[in-house]
T-cell receptor, first 113, second 116 residues
């Protein structure tokens, strides 16, 4: 079945440093979604990318979708303590399974003040 | 909107007992998903419904797990009998069908289950 892999699993950064997490799929994706889960919380939708090579920004967060639509990245510029949490990418299944999402294992970000 | 509502928020039970988790999706959402989250396995899809009908239950670990959606505003996930390895956070999520394909999923706060 479809696999979605994320690296790194953990990342510790000093406040103000940049952070990037990478997501790779074993299959071509029609779209990719990113979620953030704060410690003790639940996943919250951040963004969806649909087009090949698409780049979207949300303040200090930059999301990219690869040209082949098999990989994606999330980059945070000048991290803040409010960025702490686990970031997940998720890709849809194919065909009849296209409404379900396969989540990566996530990248847990710690920010040292 | 109240968002997705789950109850109970925490459940501690003994091995062999029946556990029922409850979910109220966001009104108007056509899709409802049950997930399990553990440190080892991450976020796993157990089952999902479309318009109250189960579509894919291939993620349900075994026959001890069952899920129902008797109407558009309520779903249950039942574990009978429960085992210590079922300890996890169980999330319910709902999704509209605006785009004709995978749409944003809205997660509930989760139920933290501990089986002793």
């Amino acid at each position: 079945g479809q696999q979605v892999m994320q690296i790194p699993q953990y990342q510790h950064v000093q406040e103000g440093e940049d952070f990037t997490t990478y997501c790779n799929s074993s299959t071509t994706l029609s779209n990719i979604q990113w979620y953030k889960q704060r410690p003790g919380g639940h996943p919250v939708f951040l963004i969806q990318l649909v087009k090949s090579g698409e780049v979207k920004k949300q303040k200090r967060l930059t999301f990219q979708f690869g040209e082949a639509k098999k990989n994606s990245s999330l980059h945070i510029t000048a991290t803040q303590t409010t960025d702490v949490g686990t970031y997940f990418c998720a890709g849809p299944g194919s065909g009849a399974g296209s409404y379900q999402l396969t989540f990566g294992k996530g990248t847990k970000l710690s920010v040292i003040p | 909107d109240a968002g997705v509502i789950q109850s109970p928020r925490h459940e501690v039970t003994e091995m062999g007992q029946e556990v029922t988790l409850r979910c109220k999706p966001i009104s108007g959402h056509d899709y409802l998903f049950w997930y399990r989250q553990t440190m080892m396995r991450g976020l796993e899809l157990l089952i999902y419904f479309n318009n109250n009908v189960p579509i894919d239950d291939s993620g349900m670990p075994e026959d001890r797990f069952s899920a129902k959606m008797p109407n558009a505003s309520f779903s249950t996930l039942k574990i009978q009998p429960s085992e210590p390895r079922d300890s996890a956070v169980y999330f319910c999520a709902s999704s509209p069908d605006r785009w004709g394909n995978t749409d944003t999923q809205y997660f509930g706060p989760g139920t933290r289950l501990t089986v002793l």
